[in-house]
């Protein structure tokens, strides 16, 4: 896979395992009938998969801060926001938590993207977040799309 090959092994196969939970939303939201839990549970345990991954990301941003000195100490504030609109998402509607977690999800890649060409992330990391961001945000809109057709 050319995403794996990009990066390192352990770290693409990290990042795309990290898809998951999303991948068997999605699959349970075509087959509702084979989710073993009640539905209601699981909506929630992927908003707060969701919301864990932002809390990441924002954590992610304050490393590369206190390591490398990359960014200003705004850094530290947008950082948070991650957290806080994972926070937010999980108190939502799952229609309206979703759609939160693909804006906070294409803001924190657009953000490493940018910076992957800036040079003050590696331009590996950079490919691998936008790979990882697109797949996260079709995979969520997808879900989307099914549950208002399906409502």
Same mark, same amino acid.
């Given at each position: 896979?050319?995403?794996?090959?990009?990066?390192?092994?352990?770290? $693409?196969?990290?990042?795309?395992?990290?898809? %998951?939970?999303?991948? /068997? &939303?999605?699959?349970? +939201?075509?087959?509702? !009938?084979? @989710?073993?839990?009640?539905?209601?549970?699981?909506?929630?345990?992927?908003?707060?998969?969701?919301?864990?991954?932002?809390?990441?990301? $924002?954590?992610?941003?304050?490393?590369?801060? %206190?390591?490398?000195? /990359? &960014?200003?100490?705004? +850094?530290?504030?947008? !950082?948070? @926001?991650?957290?806080?609109?994972?926070?937010?998402?999980?108190?939502?509607?799952?229609?309206?938590?979703?759609?939160?977690?693909?804006? $906070?999800?294409?803001?924190?890649?657009?953000?490493?993207?940018?910076?992957?060409?800036?040079?003050?992330?590696?331009?590996?990391?950079?490919?691998?977040?936008?790979?990882?961001?697109?797949?996260?945000?079709?995979?969520?809109?997808?879900?989307?799309?099914?549950?208002?057709?399906?409502?």
């Amino acid at each position: 896979m050319w995403l794996i090959q990009s990066f390192s092994t352990i770290t $693409g196969i990290a990042a795309l395992l990290g898809l %998951l939970p999303f991948l /068997a &939303g999605l699959f349970f +939201t075509i087959f509702p !009938g084979l @989710l073993p839990i009640d539905a209601v549970i699981y909506e929630r345990a992927m908003l707060g998969y969701g919301a864990a991954i932002l809390s990441f990301l $924002g954590g992610v941003r304050w490393g590369i801060r %206190l390591g490398s000195g /990359a &960014g200003s100490e705004l +850094t530290y504030v947008a !950082g948070i @926001l991650g957290s806080i609109l994972g926070f937010v998402t999980v108190l939502m509607p799952v229609e309206i938590g979703l759609t939160m977690l693909i804006i $906070g999800f294409g803001i924190y890649g657009a953000w490493d993207i940018w910076a992957g060409f800036q040079g003050t992330l590696p331009r590996n990391y950079a490919h691998m977040r936008s790979v990882m961001t697109a797949l996260v945000c079709a995979v969520l809109a997808i879900i989307i799309v099914i549950r208002l057709l399906s409502a």
